[in-house]
């Protein structure tokens, strides 16, 4: 028997033999399990998930006798739902990472004649009561990128569309007793021009597979239609079905609370409206959903309807009247084990982790997730901008990215893509945005897909970023309409600076709300810009927000033991090309879902509260509300008083009994109490109950502010022997107590500091202005390169010595820092300082010589072996730079060096702790190295890997960490922004003065033997 495989490749053909999209529900036999919901409870669903026999065809040549069932059996396994790239080693293709550029030809409709293919097999028993008088459906939610359904030996199907559902009637091939489904899958399809999504190129069936077996006569769809009054006192539900034929329906409607509200039989045409008085009404912070049950024939069918309002005015977005804001991310699926497979315990996982950090918002990039990701968001309160599958940014290379949306030809697949999603999602109250697509170009075609959304959704809110971006900020051509899209309903940008924000929000032309789709680019360290972005959100009602790109960094894991130990790849590591490296890597949280920092700043940038009005006394406060529905009484709130790290008062508010966008004062008792040393009042806000996501106490924000305190008294210090300063071969000592320092006369470095018998340096201490390149560092770091930054030394110009007649000593030396062939950097006048008893005090004057955008400048040591215990009172436990310092809070701190590393999947810089007063690197024992501040704190970091070892690694697997620690004492740093892909790190973040003076002290002791806070009072 010959089949026609050539679908994949005729523009014409989208579905062959696939029912019309519908509602997505699992009918169920009875209301108790109907009300469960979990579908694989059900006796209408048979699964077809598991292990299916497997073969790989790199060549798409298939031969006819396999895709009969009388065929021999596939000699492998593969899990169904799993992109098959992801099982290494076996040959079936390898993971391929590829941003924009298509990884085939760009000749559209045609791809690859030869391009590889995956074959599976499917054996199954049905017994002839889940077959006698019913009409069984086989489900596919998600084959990439098309399939080829064959039943028992017969061609029963066809459909392109990744990431959506297709169902068949496969009723007339099966028979009571053994059956057989084979599905060819081709990695590429005309349709894969439309599908140019950021990610992994995976292919195979990546999401669930099952049978339902249906009534003869049945509920084909159902489309929901909740509405309000004005006032939101009373609602309506209307409910409209397709049915396969007369039917009698009926229905029952429950409260959010259980409580029966109404019943009855739907009309003949199987409609039927229900009003609703006081109803409960659905977001992110109360979503309440109602429980409609329908009943056909022998079917139960469970809906979940909400009552949200969403509306534009005056360029506002309001949810259930109130003005709110996106506090959003984009989210891939992503499995580091399974591809774009996403189990429904990883949805849950990842739904849980965002609601801990404060977020409220999905956009589903670039696709529509899996059919019960909604129905998660829609319980657990999230808004969703729902994404069509249709991404084609690899036409820009070729100059043409408005080919599809422009070309008529392509308009019956876009309007798929579009009616599949709307169908399947229309009942969710969730989805608050109905997004075209992603990075597509402009075209009339869009125009036709937002009279789809909006002639099947009453007030859908349309999105589609393209637009927006080309004709507001500009490009070589602008489309044809005006100013303002007329089939669009929001303004959204990616990327935007503050500039071009505040250039639309400001203008009176423009009429839509403003909405960053993408902004903040999470790669590796960073975003370094969150605060500022919620500070100008907040402070416009027509800013509705924004989603952070992205969620999670995607990888493909590898390694001898891949669960407990993987190694976590990126583009160009299993020699795929195209390729875009780490590029993918770009996510809050790793791929086996650890929050990044950048996640915790997030976290702390969306605190549903803020602190305002702190007295500087610790006497009182206030606490103002970021939410629009809810009070606060469901948190609680704890305060603490710190002088130099050291609790000192302490308090609790019960409940935060504040109403939805209100504040209050509250005060302590604690303004009496006296503040000496450093003095910080710490809030923490925690929840007072457990929830779904986490337990009571659960911390969801915390806040700091500095109190004024007096100084300590000094304690006397104690009188201490002169330093000794000896001159000899290249070098001078300096002798103080226990302690012998040696300075370098021909290189003006600290190269050596004895203590108690024991060298705690490896090597000179040598200035530096070189960090391992943060992701978003990638533009700026060609021309550090450039500017000869990583290979900066410094050379000695002159050297002096001086012994003061108070026992103290200095030593001066005229540094210049330059890299072979160019000219130099900076030149650095460097005074080590020495006073009896008091250690070291380094200070520098340093003098750019040419203009210049630094990463860092300070001074890096290197202590030796055994140098592994840190303490140290700045701003931590998490890195901290100039821009990204949300979530971290002056305190002290201790860990070990081995442990304070963040293991970004690239390395690089990491770990810095800014406003530091003093940090300790010692020996178990205690005996090493104490840096303190002197005219202002400053920012360190502390490893066992240099700055040049994490900037030669490519993965942080390949990493083996020195024996010696690497201390670095910091100036400033740069901040780290989101120039991945987001606008230039800011001017005010940039290390760029031309002259500037940079002083602390290092002090040989043993920690546990002395008070730092001591040793900082005497000097001041």
């Not at 098959?84 to 391929?96: A, E, F, K, L, M």
Request: charged letters at 25%; glycine letters at 10%; a negative charge.
């Amino acid at each position: 028997m010959l089949f026609d495989l050539s679908y994949h490749r005729t523009p014409g053909i989208l579905h062959v033999g696939c029912l019309e999209p519908r509602a997505y529900f699992i009918p169920f036999g009875d209301e108790t399990a109907a009300a469960e919901g979990l579908r694989d409870r059900s006796d209408r669903l048979f699964g077809l998930c598991g292990d299916w026999g497997f073969r790989f065809f790199p060549s798409g040549r298939v031969p006819w006798e396999l895709l009969t069932g009388d065929s021999p059996e596939l000699p492998d396994l593969m899990t169904v739902p799993r992109s098959w790239q992801t099982v290494t080693g076996r040959g079936y293709d390898v993971p391929n990472y590829t941003n924009v550029r298509y990884p085939f030809p760009v000749d559209p409709p045609n791809v690859p004649d030869d391009g590889p293919a995956g074959l599976y097999s499917r054996d199954f028993e049905l017994t002839g009561d889940f077959l006698s008088g019913r009409r069984i459906r086989i489900v596919f939610e998600g084959v990439d990128s098309c399939f080829y359904l064959f039943v028992n030996g017969s061609l029963a199907g066809y459909s392109q569309v990744s990431h959506m559902t297709s169902e068949f009637d496969i009723t007339p091939y099966l028979r009571a007793g053994a059956n057989n489904i084979r599905v060819l899958v081709f990695k590429w399809c005309d349709g894969s021009y439309l599908e140019d999504q950021d990610k992994f190129r995976f292919s195979g069936i990546f999401r669930e597979v099952y049978l339902l077996s249906r009534d003869a006569v049945r509920i084909e769809d159902v489309r929901l239609l909740p509405s309000l009054a004005p006032d939101f006192s009373s609602g309506r539900l209307r409910c409209e079905l397709t049915l396969s034929g007369p039917a009698e329906v009926r229905y029952r409607l429950l409260s959010p609370g259980g409580r029966e509200l109404a019943s009855g039989a739907a009309d003949a045409d199987g409609s039927f409206g229900l009003d609703v008085d006081s109803p409960e009404l659905w977001s992110d912070e109360t979503p309440s959903l109602y429980s409609l049950f329908l009943y056909c024939g022998s079917e139960v069918i469970c809906l979940r309807p909400g009552f949200r309002d969403i509306a534009v005015r005056d360029r506002v977005i309001y949810i259930n009247g109130r003005k709110v804001k996106g506090r959003g991310v984009n989210r891939h699926d992503s499995n580091p084990w399974l591809g774009s497979a996403t189990p429904l315990s990883d949805m849950l996982e990842d739904l849980y982790i965002l609601k801990r950090h404060n977020v409220n918002m999905i956009r589903t990039s670039h696709y529509p997730n899996d059919p019960r990701f909604p129905e998660l968001c829609d319980r657990l309160g999230f808004y969703m901008c729902d994404e069509t599958d249709y991404e084609s940014h690899g036409m820009s290379p070729v100059g043409d990215w408005d080919y599809f949306c422009r070309e008529p030809a392509w308009a019956p697949s876009l309007l798929d893509r579009v009616r599949r999603m709307v169908e399947r999602d229309k009942n969710h109250p969730c989805v608050i945005f109905w997004s075209l697509g992603n990075e597509v170009g402009v075209g009339d075609n869009q125009r036709l897909m937002s009279e789809y959304v909006k002639s099947r959704i009453p007030g859908a809110l349309v999105h589609c970023e393209d637009i927006s971006r080309r004709l507001h900020a500009g490009g070589p051509e602008k489309p044809q309409w005006a100013e303002e899209c007329p089939f669009i309903d929001i303004e959204s940008r990616m990327y935007p600076g503050f500039d071009e924000i505040s250039n639309y929000l400001d203008s009176p032309d423009f009429t839509k709300p403003f909405f960053m789709c993408e902004y903040s680019h999470a790669m590796g360290n960073g975003p370094g810009d969150l605060a500022e972005y919620w500070d100008v959100i907040r402070s416009r009602d027509s800013f509705f927000g924004g989603c952070v790109w992205e969620y999670t960094d995607h990888s493909v894991a590898v390694g001898d033991d891949v669960y407990a130990r993987p190694r976590f790849t990126y583009g160009g590591d299993f020699g795929d090309h195209p390729n875009d490296g780490n590029f993918c890597v770009d996510g809050l949280v790793y791929p086996d879902r650890r929050p990044h920092s950048g996640l915790e700043e997030y976290k702390q940038v969306l605190a549903p509260f803020g602190i305002f009005d702190a007295a500087d006394d610790g006497s009182s406060f206030g606490v103002r509300s970021r939410r629009y529905f809810t009070s606060l009484s469901d948190l609680c709130l704890f305060w603490n008083i710190e002088s130099d790290g050291r609790v000192i008062k302490s308090g609790f508010v019960p409940s935060l009994d504040i109403g939805p966008c209100g504040s209050a004062v509250y005060t302590t008792g604690a303004g009496g109490t006296p503040l000496t040393g450093r003095c910080h009042m710490n809030f923490s806000v925690r929840s007072r109950f457990p929830t779904e996501w986490a337990e009571a106490g659960y911390e969801v924000g915390f806040f700091q502010t500095a109190l004024r305190s007096t100084p300590k008294a000094a304690k006397a210090v104690r009188p201490a022997a002169p330093v000794k300063l000896v001159r000899g071969d290249g070098e001078v000592r300096v002798t103080d107590g226990d302690t012998v320092y040696v300075i370098g006369s021909d290189d003006g470095l600290l190269r050596s500091v004895v203590s108690s018998g024991r060298e705690l340096l490896a090597g000179p201490a040598v200035f530096t202005a070189w960090r391992a390149p943060t992701d978003n560092d990638r533009n700026v770091k060609g021309e550090w390169r450039r500017q000869g930054i990583e290979r900066a030394k410094t050379s000695c110009r002159s050297f002096s010595v001086c012994a003061g007649q108070d026992g103290t000593a200095k030593v001066s030396a005229e540094l210049i820092l330059a890299a072979p062939a160019l000219e130099p950097l900076a030149k650095i006048a460097v005074t080590y300082g020495f006073a009896p008893g008091r250690g070291l005090r380094v200070s520098a004057g340093v003098t750019l010589l040419r203009p210049l955008f630094l990463p860092r400048f300070g001074m890096q040591l290197i202590m030796t072996e055994g140098s592994e215990k840190l303490r140290y009172y700045g701003r931590g436990p998490l890195e901290s730079y100039e821009d990204k310092r949300n979530a971290s809070r002056i305190g002290l701190f201790s860990c070990r060096v081995c442990d304070h590393y963040e293991p970004y999947i690239r390395p690089q810089e990491n770990m810095a702790h800014a406003d530091t007063e003093w940090a300790a690197v010692t020996a178990l024992t205690g005996r090493g190295l104490v840096f303190l501040r002197d005219a202002r704190p400053f920012s360190f970091n502390c490893s066992h890997f240099t700055p040049a070892a994490l900037t030669a690694a490519a993965h942080d697997w390949e990493l083996v960490p020195d024996r010696t620690t690497c201390v670095n004492i910091d100036y400033r740093q740069s901040g780290i922004g989101s120039n991945s892909c987001g606008p230039a790190l800011a001017e005010r973040y940039r290390l760029t003065e031309k002259d500037f003076s940079f002083s602390f002290r290092i002090l040989p002791c043993n920690i546990d033997r002395i008070d730092p806070f001591a040793e900082l009072d005497a000097a001041e």
